[in-house]
């Protein structure tokens, strides 16, 4: 795993000299690594030459621990009557230039995603990079539902995109169960954790509060506070005043050093 930093902010006032970190793509054998450091595929610049991996605060299920909660049941009640199809399809038989797949994925984009960042060029870049390894067919009773976009392996699965139609079973929660379905596949189908991107901002504390199993990379380690999960998505929006190494207390400090010294003891 190649990883280089790009210089960011700096600020004297409090010693803090922030970089960027990415890691390069090398080949899929390594995928496994690369999600359990943190790092998510980068698509915000279809000019490169290589494709890269940024690091984020990103969220996994570790399914070992998943089981059906509530909001799970809630959901599966609502398609209990219908007949849901759902088709893992390799991106290698998949036609992705398809004009009326094209159409339904970025109709989607212009609706929901904000800013409308999945430019078709964009889209175009994502299905002909070397992470997507699937795409997921949604039907229900016979008419298209949705897409998930895959990157898989032996031992994980990320829930990378999801698109779904915005016109047709508008009383049905098709986000939440599209992704309950494939963490509920992936773990059927022996897989250690199911990755679902980026968690930061209160739009997405449902990824946190309808699943067990929850992890979040808070850029050294995995952990599974969700109480400070939930506290740092409430107050994302507000800019920090010092990285939270330096907001915490010198016991909690030293703690946090001690604990990446001796992962046993923690």
Same mark, same amino acid.
Request: net charge negative; with cysteine; glycine share 6%.
């Given at each position: 795993?190649?990883?280089?930093?790009?210089?960011?902010?700096?600020?004297?006032?409090?010693?803090?000299?922030?970089?960027?970190?990415?890691?390069?793509?090398?080949?899929?054998?390594?995928?496994?690594?690369?999600?359990?450091?943190? @790092?998510?595929?980068?698509?915000?610049?279809?000019?490169?030459?290589?494709?890269?991996?940024?690091?984020?605060?990103?969220?996994?299920?570790?399914?070992?621990?998943?089981?059906?909660?509530?909001?799970?049941?809630?959901?599966?009640?609502?398609?209990?009557?219908?007949?849901?199809?759902?088709?893992?399809?390799?991106?290698?038989?998949?036609?992705?230039?398809?004009?009326?797949?094209?159409?339904?994925?970025?109709?989607?984009?212009?609706?929901?995603?904000?800013?409308?960042?999945?430019?078709?060029?964009?889209?175009?870049? #994502?299905?002909?990079?070397?992470?997507?390894?699937?795409?997921?067919?949604?039907?229900?009773?016979?008419?298209?539902?949705?897409?998930? @976009?895959?990157?898989?392996?032996?031992?994980? #699965?990320?829930?990378?995109?999801?698109?779904?139609?915005?016109?047709?079973?508008?009383?049905?929660?098709?986000?939440?169960?599209?992704?309950?379905?494939?963490?509920?596949?992936?773990?059927?189908?022996?897989?250690?954790?199911?990755?679902?991107?980026?968690?930061?901002?209160?739009?997405?504390?449902?990824?946190?509060?309808?699943?067990?199993?929850?992890?979040?990379?808070?850029?050294?380690?995995?952990?599974?506070?969700?109480?400070?999960?939930?506290?740092?998505?409430?107050?994302?929006?507000?800019?920090?005043?010092?990285?939270?190494?330096?907001?915490?207390?010198?016991?909690?400090?030293?703690?946090?050093?001690?604990?990446?010294?001796?992962?046993?003891?923690?």
């Amino acid at each position: 795993m190649k990883i280089f930093l790009a210089e960011y902010i700096k600020d004297y006032s409090s010693y803090t000299f922030s970089y960027v970190p990415y890691a390069i793509f090398e080949n899929r054998s390594g995928m496994s690594e690369i999600y359990h450091n943190g @790092f998510l595929p980068y698509t915000g610049n279809t000019q490169l030459e290589h494709f890269l991996y940024y690091k984020a605060r990103s969220l996994r299920i570790d399914l070992d621990k998943f089981q059906p909660g509530s909001e799970n049941r809630r959901v599966d009640r609502k398609f209990e009557d219908l007949d849901v199809s759902v088709n893992w399809i390799p991106v290698s038989d998949f036609d992705t230039g398809d004009f009326k797949f094209v159409e339904f994925c970025t109709e989607y984009c212009r609706q929901r995603f904000k800013g409308g960042e999945m430019e078709p060029d964009r889209l175009e870049y #994502i299905l002909n990079s070397p992470f997507l390894t699937d795409i997921v067919e949604f039907e229900i009773d016979g008419t298209l539902a949705g897409y998930v @976009f895959l990157a898989q392996n032996e031992e994980l #699965i990320h829930y990378w995109y999801s698109f779904y139609t915005l016109t047709e079973f508008q009383d049905l929660p098709l986000g939440k169960f599209m992704m309950l379905e494939m963490i509920r596949q992936a773990r059927e189908s022996g897989r250690k954790y199911c990755y679902l991107g980026t968690c930061y901002g209160a739009h997405s504390l449902y990824k946190v509060r309808d699943f067990k199993g929850v992890q979040f990379s808070d850029g050294s380690t995995w952990s599974e506070d969700v109480k400070k999960l939930k506290a740092w998505c409430k107050s994302d929006d507000v800019p920090l005043d010092s990285d939270r190494f330096k907001q915490l207390s010198a016991d909690e400090a030293n703690e946090q050093i001690r604990s990446l010294l001796n992962p046993s003891l923690a």
